[in-house]
Every structure is written in C-alpha cells, then in structure tokens.
C-alpha cells in the first residue's frame, strides 16, 4: 500500500549516486545528523543528476529562465546519521510531467550501504515571477529517459494527458 | 482521501501558535526562503506548544533522557515565503501512541493567514543510546489531552493497542 | 590596544536590541550552539535596528536596489549558548563611511546577562550587479545618528575624507 | 600592518587542500553564498586536514574525549561564490600553543584559484564538560610538524611559555 521507495529500487542502471560527509555543523545535541539536512543533501543528489544527464540546474536557471521549485517533500528517516561518515545519495526520476517531475532519493551508509533515509520531492517549473510554465522541452524529454526501465504501468505515471 | 492538513483543521482552540521572521540567511537565489528551512520552523512551533503544555522539550531530555527523534516528515508548499515576512505557526497534535506521535503544522503569512505550508513529522521516543522507549507517562498523558476534541475516529487514531 | 568590543560598550540607548531563542537545529554533537549561528543572529540584530531606524532592510533592498554585503566579520565566543536559551543581542552602529559600515554585536544570555558572543561585521553597499555605490544618503545619514554619542575620536572614525 | 592571510603564504606544501561545490541552499537572495557558510567550508577543510595529519577529528573528540571549540574567528570576503562554483579550501596551521591553535584558511574558486575568502579560527581544547585542558600531545605535536616552514619568527609564535 505504501508507495514509498524500497531500497531496492534504486539500485539499478538508472539511478544516479553523489557522496557527500557529513559535517559537524550538521550534527545536532542528540548526536546525529539534524533531519532537515537530508533535503540538501536531496538537493546535492539531484543536482549531480542533472548535470549527468546534460542538464546543469544552473544553466537551467540561468540560460532557460526556469526554476525548479520543491511543492512537496517527504523523508522517511530508517537509522541516524553520524558526524563525518560518508553518505551515498541515489537519485532516481520517478514521474515527469508538464510541469511537475518527481524525483526519489535514498540515503545510504557509504561503508556497508545501510539504508539511512528515503524520500522524494515533487519540483514544479515556475518563471523568475513564480508563475507555473512547463517544463522546458530538452530537460523534460531528457528527465522522461532517465526515469527506470520498468515494463508496466510507466504509461500511467508520465501522464500523457498533461496533467500537472 | 489525501489525509493531509486542511487549513482549516488547525483553526481551533487545541492549536498552538508561535510566530517567527524569515531571515535572509533563510532565503535562497530564486528570491524565496529555501525548503529545508520549514523544518526549523516546525520544529520552533512544536517546541512552543511543548512549553505551553508543560513539558518544555529541553527538559524531556535533560530530566527524562528521552530525545524526540524525527523518523517521517511530509511537506506541502503551497506559496513561497518572503524575506522578513514573520510567519505564523500552528502546531496541533494529531496522533499519540505508545512511542510514537504525529504533529501536523501548518505555516500561515502573518499579514493575511495564507496557507504558505502544511505538513506533519512523526516524533519517537528514544533514550540516549537510540533504543526505542516508550513516551514518558505525563508527557503521554500531556499529548493524548493537546489533540483537537473531534467527535468520531479518534479511538482509531489512538491505536489503544498501543501499536507503536 | 584590542579594539574589540567590551560588554560594557553596549549598554548605552545607542544599542538596539532583539532576541533569538537558540532553535535545536543550531545545536551541534558538542552539545551547544554551533559557531556560525552567531552571524545569523548578528544579522537578526542588525535587520531589527535598521527597521527602527527607519529603514527596514528588506525595502533598502527592493526600493533602493542597494544591497549591504559583509566583506569583513569578527566574532569572539566566550561562553557557549544552549539550546532554547533566550539570546540577547545588542547592535550597535560603529563606523559610517561613505560605502561601508561597521556594526558591533554582543549576544548574551537573556536570563542574566552573560556575554557569549562578542564581534562586528562591516557592510559595504553594492547594488544588483555586485559594483561599489555609495550608501542611499538617507540611510546614511540614519547610520550616523545612530552611533553612539561619544566625545571624542567619532570625527577620526566617520572618515570624513571619504575613504571606501 | 594587517597580518592577515596572503593568498600566497597558503600555497606552500604545508596548505592543505579540499574542495566543495557550493548548494543551493548555500546561497541567498542577493544570488551568492551565504557569508555564514564560509565557517562551515574552514570547518571542512580543517576536518580533511586533521585526517592527512592522522588525527581525525571523530577520533579526536571519541577516542580522546577532547573537543576542539572555535573561540574566535575572523574572515575577510573579497569576492562572492555563485551557486554550483567549485570551491577551493585552503588550509594551515599557523600557531599551536598548549591549549590553543590557529587555522588560517583561503577559499578560492577552483576553476581559476580566484581568492573569495581569507580568515583563520583560534580552537581551543576543552572537555565534554567544556573545562580547558591540553591539546593531547600526539595532536599537538602533528600540529607543530605541520606548520609551514619558515625561518623566523616562529619560536616567538609558539608560544614556548606555554601561554593560552
């Protein structure tokens, strides 16, 4: 019933890893990494997807004019954290749609690839002025073959009828 | 069928208000305060309904040695929030359970009540070392009497057989 | 010869004061406030004395196209903070040029004055593309009003000849 | 007179060197870095450089039950850092005394070794209980081993007296 990502699912040829360390200033008094650094690290794995798949958020921003805005998160936290280890951040497109694409994340252990975290973000695509534009046409085709090679109910997910 | 926060839902006496000021350092390039910081900002309201309940949470782990972990958080942004807008926090405790608790927070702009955020974190209740434990008796009691006098469901909600 | 601020430089009606309380999230694993939070709450300080001044940042900003950038900050930390403390923050206009400006900052312990915190930042106007302009006149002349009145050196330390 | 970092004096081979690319969720609305997060890439760079020198910093603070706390910090920003900038950290160790030592630390843009920002941290040693003890005297004397080898000056630096 829960249609949250399975650790699994990342695994394959479609899912593109980052690392990152986890920095003091991250830590929190309980001793752990402080829950809301796993949306930059979120951000940090995207990001490096992007640029993989040609399509540097930053060129994005600034030759396409089109900003990516995160309208919805969730984080499910599995195991903390710790003060300098070495995180791996899987990133794998899970939906594109006009406007709006969904990107799932896990977080893992470097050293023994325990699950830590598992989320996703919906970003949608807004101008300068905040208002809702689509997609532009390179980076969503780009976003749409990066999406996992699943046989079944793929069709359903992009969406063809350009909903939101 | 989405079970999320209605804006509406937090309106009531049971919900506890707190506000706080963007900061610049909160704001990021596209010209909006960045995602990751509405989990702060839930965080300063579930700490202020915490105070107001008698149970300030820097004393349930300095007196009690039980920490509040976050092990889920879910986010919906529904409008950006400026620099130097002061935002107004409603925290409202939605679910309580042996170890576990839900509290859902909506952030409203302060000027005109617009819904800019809505979304819960699920709290459980660790000791120093990170076993799980369950919620201290008064603290427990403290947040099974916060949660909004709705008529029907709420024994469900509760999970009397003390389901973590 | 340190011409760092003393705690007792402060106290007079050219201090403008506001305060933080220390959020979790700006805790560390060493179980205090983590040493970059202090130039979020100078930065706090400084936003809540311009807007008595008159000028609130945030229109300097979207009215003047001028934005004040920190090009130099200096922090001395002799106690620690802990979480949910109330910080006392106290800012004070030390120098006024004609680009740049030297705020001082003490941050104490709200519940008996202890200073934790000790420091300054210098700000030099800059507008949208990141050039040197001169300080908006009015603001300028807000600035100067608002040191301290001390007899003597103020004419040496406002640099009347107009170097940056 | 100032005695600031040269951009030169780190380039020896007694600097050590790590990089970070800078997130979005580093910057703010004027569209560059944060100033605060330059203390958390000199935290960065000095954590890589306690590795190199064999000395961890986890280790450090578990296994020694020492924590090396920032009792001052200085920085001066010559130009800003844009989102997604590789960034070069520079860092050395300019003065080791019984309980206190000094980072000094530059960050460059990486693609051209542009010098954003200068500025050192004086750590002090304490306990988990926050009293001052000694530097341990296997870290103290990698610090030492570690300064950069210049001819004069540096006894007098050292502090043979053994003053904090």
Redesign the interface.
Known sequence: MKRDLEGESCGDRSSYVSTV?V???E??????A????Y??WF??GR?EMMRELGY???DVERVEGV?L?????????HR?AF??EVLRIESQVSDVRRVRSRIDTLVRRDTDGELLCSGHVWLASVNRS?GVVRLPSGLHAALLAARPKVETQEEGKTDPAGIV
Chains 1, 2, 3, 4 share one sequence.
């Open positions: 360390r920095r003091y200033a830590t929190d008094q309980g001793g752990v402080y829950h809301s650094n949306l930059h951000e940090v990001t540097p958020y930053a900003l805005t995160v309208v919805e998160a969730h984080l499910q936290y903390p003060y300098d905040g």
